[in-house]
């Protein structure tokens, strides 16, 4: 079964940074494309930002030039890193695989991102 650990979240600043983390089990950075999604209660879960498996990247307009998605060179670790972090970014983020471009079942605990002064 496939794991998903987001961890990296906190409370921040507006302006200030986080960085993500997503831990998968398997093989899965590397074989399928992977998305960071949030989610904030009440609302649907959207998403923040994707990259293929030959690492080509998409961001959401509202976080397009602030937020970088990589895999990371430890194998099957991917993140996001947040930039220039405003309260609306404040939400719970999870990472995921995408099977024909929707996300997996295998949903982790998601991070709290907190973006407060």
């Known amino acids: 079964q496939v794991q998903l650990v987001e961890s990296g979240g906190g409370l921040v600043q507006p302006g200030g940074s986080l960085r993500l983390s997503c831990a998968a089990s398997?093989?899965?950075?590397?074989?399928?494309?992977m998305a960071w999604y949030r989610q904030v209660p009440g609302k649907q879960r959207d998403m923040v930002a994707s990259i293929t498996t030959d690492s080509r990247t998409n961001y959401a307009d509202s976080v397009k030039g602030r937020f970088i998605i990589s895999k990371g060179n430890v194998q099957n670790t991917m993140y996001l890193q947040m930039n220039n972090l405003k309260p609306e970014d404040t939400a719970v983020y999870f990472c995921n695989y995408l099977l024909l471009g929707r996300p997996s079942g295998a949903w982790g605990q998601g991070t709290q991102v907190t973006v407060s002064s």
């Open positions: 398997g093989y899965i950075v590397s074989r399928y494309h």
